[in-house]
């Protein structure tokens, strides 16, 4: 799970009585048995950041209607060209636009998208049972028209908590992702294409110790990325390299990139990389850090929509380089 996520939920939620149970997602069950009278909803990312697991949306979407909950996803990395979770079963889409959506990092964004549908006032969710005083006595779940009844999740979030917290995106915000989104279908073919590129080509790099991506055939979520990702895997590539102290030569072969930028963000035009246990995630212990299925050794590649060949080349010098340490 993104390492701000697990932040939310691990330290901020708990300060306002809001407790995360945290879950492994490759078995669909294991959320149903974590659940219990108290559970609200379920979440999960369309593919996890940076372990590339793909989540099983269907799976998970019927186990939590069979428990009257919604499915919450985070569709950041795959984005809805890839993958449209509403189609397997999932009630609310969150994404950040920063990333591959607005598509050259030039905005900050965030997204709520509501199917519409799920039943808020069957009594699991009291907010949408009781009377909101700051809207005439609404309740949300039960009072609106029926035209509007599917829409009381979206309606709310947009006329009480968006309009008392003030979190509204800006105009200019608003018109950079907008100029991305029009070209979202046009780079996600080309990332995804650069993508199996570089996981091909580090697969049979003898400096690498492993490789990840579910585009490759023998991925062990390479199944899943057939139904999930509309048969492809995405725009990010994970290894590991082969050294005595492989975290320290992690290190050294981003210190020694050129074309690749060594940028926290992903999803950007332009290729990016990071070594997670040391920054994105360096906020999670060592036994969090193996539970979320991230090594120390672990190197992540956004792929951008450069030439394939430079990207190679550029990887190549900076792992000749960190391999000699």
Not at 80 to 98: A, K, N, Q, W
Not at 196 to 224: C, I
Not at 261 to 288: F, K, Y
Request: hydrophobic content about 40%; glycine content about 8%; overall charge negative.
């Amino acid at each position: 799970i993104y390492g701000g996520t697990f932040t939310l939920f691990n330290e901020t939620l708990p300060q306002f009585g809001i407790q995360v149970r945290f879950v492994d997602a490759e078995d669909p069950q294991n959320f149903a048995t974590a659940a219990d009278e108290n559970t609200r909803a379920f979440f999960c990312e369309t593919v996890s950041n940076p372990a590339l697991e793909v989540t099983d949306l269907e799976s998970i979407a019927n186990l939590a209607h069979e428990n009257g909950l919604p499915v919450i996803v985070d569709s950041t990395f795959s984005t809805p060209y890839l993958c449209r979770p509403f189609e397997f079963g999932c009630d609310i889409v969150v994404s950040s636009m920063t990333k591959w959506v607005g598509g050259h990092g030039s905005g900050i964004a965030g997204i709520i998208v509501d199917k519409g549908g799920f039943p808020w006032g069957a009594g699991k969710h009291p907010i949408f049972d009781k009377a909101d005083e700051s809207y005439g006595g609404m309740r949300w779940g039960h009072d609106l028209p029926e035209a509007l009844a599917p829409l009381s999740y979206i309606l709310r979030a947009r006329t009480v908590p968006l309009r008392n917290t003030g979190g509204c995106l800006s105009p200019d915000n608003a018109w950079i992702i907008t100029q991305g989104i029009e070209t979202l279908s046009l780079r996600m073919e080309r990332h995804c294409e650069n993508s199996m590129a570089v996981a091909l080509h580090l697969k049979d790099h003898p400096s690498v110790a492993w490789v990840r991506y579910p585009g490759l055939p023998e991925d062990p979520q390479y199944e899943k990325a057939q139904k999930y990702l509309s048969g492809k895997g995405g725009s990010v590539v994970v290894f590991g390299i082969k050294s005595d102290d492989a975290k320290e030569a992690g290190k050294q072969f981003i210190d020694n990139l050129t074309l690749l930028l060594h940028v926290a963000n992903v999803g950007d035009a332009r290729s990016l990389a990071i070594h997670p246990a040391s920054t994105t995630h360096s906020q999670l212990s060592e036994e969090q850090l193996n539970d979320a299925g991230i090594p120390p050794d672990m190197v992540r590649l956004s792929i951008g929509i450069e030439s394939a060949k430079d990207i190679k080349a550029d990887i190549d010098q900076a792992l000749a380089k960190a391999v000699q340490i």
